[in-house]
Structures are given as structure tokens and as C-alpha cells.
């Protein structure tokens, strides 16, 4: 009995034993089936993390290419823009170069013409004072011998020349020209024509005179009547000539007159 007993015990503890470990065993395989569906969704968020990851990366590499392409077209725009700066600068130099030296050239030209008109203009101004003082030469000489009336007083010339030259006798290389000479029996008119004169001019005329008997000793015995002309005399002028005792000659109305006569 106690055998039967004993089994019969251990038949209710392995019963037991048994319910225990089916529901042990089916917790198990709860687990094991939870555990595995754990694991599916961790694999497939893995693998969706692994397929973004790829998306992601393929998105930087294009965005990295996509980047290096807009670099390479802004490298050739700015190399493009550098050599055509580089162009239009070489352009600007050469024009500028161009320019300097059309520009000179025209300075070159212009002081060229400039001195070309300076050496004309000088020219034409001695032609032009040339022209005057025979001008006014031309002006006495038909008035010749009737200054010479006038001057004379008691007597006429009968010789009258303009513009006369003569060498000195004793030293060739000195020459003295005489612009009107009226001679008269007892008496020379001798005129100095100047296209300005002034009391400095007539002081050296006077200075002139003085060596007259050594280029004409031909006249030496005669009255020097000395004289100036011009087409005007300035009245300071003219109270210089009365002083030493010169006639004093300008354009009147009609013809060349003295302007001094009996002042002195």
C-alpha cells in the first residue's frame, strides 16, 4: 500500500509537474514568439534605418555632385568673367595707349603750328613795322622840298633824295644812312623817320648828327636843319625836340607838316 501510495503521490506530483511545465513551456513559446516578433520589427526598422541611411547618403551624394557641378560652372563663369575682365583692361590699355599718342601727336602738331604761326606772326610783324617805317617814309618824301620851304624860310632846295647811304671815307666798315636830305644853297635838311618816336630815339639821332660832316665833308659848310617825322609825336615828345632844337614832322590832314615850326 505504501508503495501504491508513494507512486500514486508521484504520479500527482509529475501530473503536476507536467501542467506546470506545459504552461512553463507555452510561456516559452509566448516569449520565444513575442521575442521574435520583436525581433521582425527591429529587423525591419533596421532595415527601413538602413534604406533612409541610403536614401540619405544617396541624397548627399547627389546634393555633393549637384554642389561640385554649380562650383564648376561658377569656376568657368568666373574664369570666363576674368579673362574677359583681363580683355576689355588690354582693350582699355590699348585704346589708351592709342590715345596718348594721338594725343601727343596732336600736342606735337599743335606746338608744330603753334610754332609755325609764332615764327609767321613775328614775320609778318616786321614785314608789317618794315612796311610802316617805309610807309612813312613814302608819306615825307613827296613833302620833300616843301619842309624844306617851310624849314629854309629864306631860301628853297634844289636837291632833294630819300633813303641815301654812305660809306665813311677813312673806315668802309661804318655807313650811315640818311632817311630825307633836302640841301639848299646855304642850308641841309636832314630827316629821321621813325614808326614810333620817342625822346630816347631823338637823342640818338642827335647823337648821329654829329658825325654828319665826316660821311658828307662834301656839306660841311652848310646849315644843318635837322629834323624827326613820324605819324604821330607825342606832345611830351615835342617839347623834347623844341628843347634841342629839332623839327619835329607828323601827318597832318592832307600831308606830312611841321608841328614845331618857330617854337624854338
Known amino acids: ?9 508521484l504520479e500527482e506530483v509529475l501530473a503536476k509537474f507536467m501542467e506546470q511545465s ?5 510561456a516559452i513559446h509566448e516569449d520565444i514568439a513575442e521575442i521574435r516578433a520583436s525581433n521582425a520589427r527591429t529587423d525591419h ?18 546634393e555633393r555632385r549637384d554642389n561640385a557641378e554649380r562650383f564648376r560652372q561658377w569656376d568657368q563663369r568666373a574664369e570666363a568673367d576674368r579673362k574677359a575682365w583681363e580683355q576689355r583692361m588690354a582693350e582699355s590699355d590699348q585704346r589708351y595707349e592709342q590715345d596718348r599718342k594721338a594725343s601727343e601727336q596732336r600736342r606735337a602738331e599743335s606746338d608744330r603750328r603753334y610754332e609755325q604761326d609764332r615764327k609767321d606772326f613775328n614775320k609778318r610783324l616786321a614785314e608789317i613795322s618794315d612796311s610802316m617805317g617805309t610807309l612813312i617814309e613814302d608819306f615825307v618824301a613827296p613833302c620833300g622840298f616843301q619842309l624844306a620851304r617851310a624849314i629854309f624860310a629864306t631860301e628853297e632846295a634844289d636837291t632833294c633824295a630819300i633813303r641815301i647811304k654812305r660809306r665813311h671815307p ?3 666798315g661804318e655807313m650811315m644812312e640818311i632817311d630825307l636830305l633836302a640841301v639848299g644853297p646855304t642850308k641841309l635838311l636832314v630827316i629821321e623817320v621813325k614808326r614810333r618816336m620817342d625822346a630816347a630815339k631823338a637823342a640818338e639821332y642827335r647823337q648821329k648828327l ?8 662834301e656839306l660841311s659848310h652848310k646849315a644843318v636843319c635837322p629834323a624827326v617825322a613820324s605819324v604821330y609825336l607825342e606832345p611830351s ?28
Open 22 to 26: 506545459s504552461v512553463i513551456l507555452a
Open 210 to 217: 654829329a658825325r654828319l660832316p665826316e660821311f658828307f665833308p
Open 170 to 172: 677813312t673806315s668802309p
Open 45 to 62: 526598422q533596421l532595415l527601413e534605418m538602413q534604406q533612409q541611411a541610403e536614401r540619405d547618403r544617396q541624397q548627399v551624394e547627389q
Open 237 to 264: 615828345v615835342i617839347a623834347f625836340l623844341n628843347r634841342e632844337k629839332l623839327y619835329g614832322i607828323a601827318l597832318g590832314e592832307d600831308a606830312m607838316q611841321v608841328i614845331n615850326l618857330g617854337q624854338f
Open 1 to 9: 500500500m505504501l508503495v501504491e501510495e508513494r507512486v500514486t503521490n
